[in-house]
RNA sequence: GCGGGUGUAGCUCAGUUGGUUAGAGCGCCAGUUUGUGGCACUGGAGGUCGCCGGUUCGAAACCGGUCACUCGCCCCA
């Protein structure tokens, strides 16, 4: 590494990839915000048992793709690769139980040691929501409604599909595995090999390998639906009622799992194809049985998060914020006026850029390119009458006006078509 | 972690069977225009050909390694 190139699976936000962020940000604090739910944020790294005690300590994520370090002071702390655990965790650390239901929204980093590829990166960026407290279906509905309509206002929901499907309550999921397990078993010897490793640490992963072989069983296997008890039936059963009555359209997909046991009933996942093999672009369930996993009581909770690098991709471009407005000096004796007078105006609300640097022909030219709409001159004629030079980059026009009314004027030239 | 593809200027890319000072377009800078942009013309800067090593009289090209990106697998909290 001779070049100094930024980490393996990071990237600089230039502006126009910020812009692209910051609006799927905003677009999702908006469209959240009318469920009630609203903005915090946890903090980047936490001690490692946050994320290591609802995974297992020896699971290949905790072991293999936490970015986990000791500080100075020998604290076992990561950076967080996701941050339900982080939020659930901050509703313990501040007795907040007692404050239930919340309705919690966050955006920011987080930090995954995994081989990168487009839509994967091991630092990337995610919003999501958390609505702790009900265990009713109703709050599912609402959940995935709130991310329907994030997606739908983003511009992004017709180039999707939600995936829908119960996993049922902890009773159901145990005999369903069980039920899954020895089938497969019999099975064994034609599974692939990454299937017969998952048939010892999460056989439930099996359901969605893509190796045909292994789909050709699958078409035999124990179905999941059919080991929902009647609790979990009428879950799903309200869950999707409801999104039906709000218009929220879903495919069901028996093979939509999650493979921690602290999820139940709901998982859910908007899934693209304009992405290639990274397709989800939204994803979450139900969970709970993490707080308690987590030490805490016992406290339910379903939720989403959604990768902004994807979400961007497909939402396409966005507009960076850049002042349409521009001051400009013809020489060094009227810099500093022209430096006074762009200080009054943006006090006026105006977003005046300023360049310092370089003859009149040239910063027009600048100004011209970075589609600055008006540019105000002031030279040494100008500054004697107390006046200003107004020109209109896209008309070519210019007025010589008096300082005094120089904020007026500009405020109706930008107010013009 | 595993397999495939790619890597030449800020960007998009040429570069013949290995041959002498590595090119184009766009962009950037400057001039034609010393107080007025877009167009045009002229000129200029910018590259140890991702990096390291090897083969060879000679390597951007061939070989090995490595780094990064990319496609798929794995994983997906």
Redesign the pocket.
């Given at each position: 590494?001779?070049?100094l190139?930024?980490?393996?699976?990071?990237?600089d936000l230039l502006p126009d990839v910020m812009a692209q962020h910051r609006l799927v940000i905003d677009t999702a604090r908006q469209a959240t915000a009318r469920y009630g739910f609203q903005e915090m944020a946890t903090p980047i790294f936490e001690f490692s048992e946050v994320?290591s005690r609802?995974?297992g300590e020896s699971?290949?994520?905790?072991t293999?793709?936490?970015y986990s370090f000791a500080d100075r002071g020998g604290e076992q702390l990561t950076l967080r690769?996701?941050n339900?655990?982080g939020v659930v965790r901050a509703m313990i650390s501040g007795g907040l139980t007692q404050s239930l239901p919340l309705k919690y929204f966050y955006a920011g980093p987080m930090f995954?040691?995994?081989?990168?590829?487009?839509?994967?990166?091991r630092q990337f960026h995610q919003v999501g929501i958390e609505y702790l407290g009900p265990n009713d279906a109703l709050a599912d509905a609402e959940v995935i409604s709130a991310g329907a309509r994030f997606l739908a206002q983003l511009g992004v929901l017709p180039h999707c599909v939600l995936h829908l499907n119960s996993l049922g309550d902890a009773e159901s999921r145990a005999a369903y595995r069980a039920a899954l397990v020895s089938f497969l078993q019999t099975h064994e010897s034609a599974l692939?090999d990454?299937?017969k490793?998952?048939l010892v640490?999460?056989p439930l992963?099996i359901l969605?390998?893509?190796?045909t072989g292994d789909r050709d069983i699958l078409q035999t296997a124990p179905k999941l639906q059919d080991y929902l008890n009647a609790v979990s039936k009428a879950h799903f059963q309200t869950l999707t009622t409801a999104l039906d009555a709000a218009g929220v359209t879903w495919v069901f997909d028996p093979l939509l799992?999650?493979?921690?046991d602290y999820?139940c009933h709901t998982a859910f996942e908007f899934v693209t194809d304009a992405l290639?093999?990274?397709g989800?672009v939204l994803?979450g369930g139900r969970y709970d049985g993490l707080s308690e996993m987590l030490g805490g009581p016992a406290v339910a909770g379903v939720g989403w998060a959604a990768g902004i690098e994807r979400l961007a991709m497909l939402a396409g471009d966005a507009a960076v914020v850049v002042p349409k407005v521009a001051m400009l000096s013809?020489?060094p004796e009227?810099d500093l006026a022209a430096f006074q007078l762009a200080e009054t105006l943006r006090d006026t609300g105006v977003d005046i850029e300023f360049p310092t640097a370089?003859?009149?022909?040239?910063k027009?030219?600048?100004?011209?390119?970075s589609n600055?709409r008006l540019?105000i001159?002031?030279?040494?004629?100008?500054?004697a009458k107390n006046t200003v030079?107004l020109?209109?980059?896209?008309?070519?026009?210019?007025a010589e006006i008096a300082m005094a009314d120089l904020a007026d004027a500009v405020a109706a030239a930008l107010l013009a078509p």
């Open positions: 590494m001779s070049k190139q930024p980490v393996r699976g990071t990237a994320f609802p995974l699971s290949d994520i905790v293999k793709e936490n690769p996701e339900t655990a995954r040691y995994e081989r990168p590829q487009k839509g994967r990166m692939s990454d299937s490793r998952r640490v999460n992963r969605d390998s893509k190796d799992v999650r493979g921690l999820y290639g093999t990274q989800t994803g013809t020489d009227t370089g003859a009149i022909g040239k027009l030219k600048k100004a011209a390119r600055i540019a001159i002031l030279g040494g004629d100008e500054l030079q020109r209109d980059l896209t008309t070519g026009t210019q």
